[in-house]
């Protein structure tokens, strides 16, 4: 077959090189855009993961700090009768009384502290769509979703340094070419028809 025949034929049935670009470009958008929507939905169900366990650790802190509120009640009330027992308690005996308050404000401040923040990530892990009074289920959820969605980044991943491949040996390809003859000129010589050839390879 004549070389400038073939060519021409090789040329109508990949698209001319420009717009066969444009399609490359466009198919290395969509994969980017996918790829980051799989990267941004494991980054959310990692946080989400990650706000469950301060949950629960925050609830066992609460629950800690609620028995040493508790305790340090119990000791300020003891001292408290010690000292209205006696007409003159002794410094030793007041000094351990104010030191058992100040604990306790302590211990109080910390807890309320602690319901605090345990509201607010409350609030956000609801936001999410977990609900607290469902933690067990929600974790189990959350492994399962974020196993699909490790699993749809990797492919995702895997597609987008097909794409980068396939443009980089596109460009070089095209490079060649473009060294061959004008774009304007007839293609001629056996360079510009395996150049081609290779461009069409790509598709």
Known sequence: MDKNLRLSILLKAGGNAVGFLRGVKSESDRTATALNSAREKVQALQRTTKDIGAFRKLEAGLAASRGKVEAHRTELARLGAAMDAVERPTKSLVRAFELEKTKLQEATNKQNAQIGALAQL??????????????????????????????????????????????????????????????????????????????????
């Open 122 to 203: 409350k609030a956000k892990l609801e936001g999410a769509g977990v609900s607290t009074l469902a933690l067990g289920a929600h974790e189990r959820k959350l492994t399962r979703d974020l196993e699909r969605a490790n699993s749809e980044l990797s492919e995702q991943a895997r597609r987008m340094d097909l794409v980068n491949s396939r443009r980089a040996r596109l460009d070089q390809a095209r490079g060649r070419y473009d060294k061959t003859q004008q774009l304007a000129g007839t293609m001629q010589g056996a360079g510009a028809s395996s150049v081609a050839g290779e461009l069409l390879g790509l598709v």
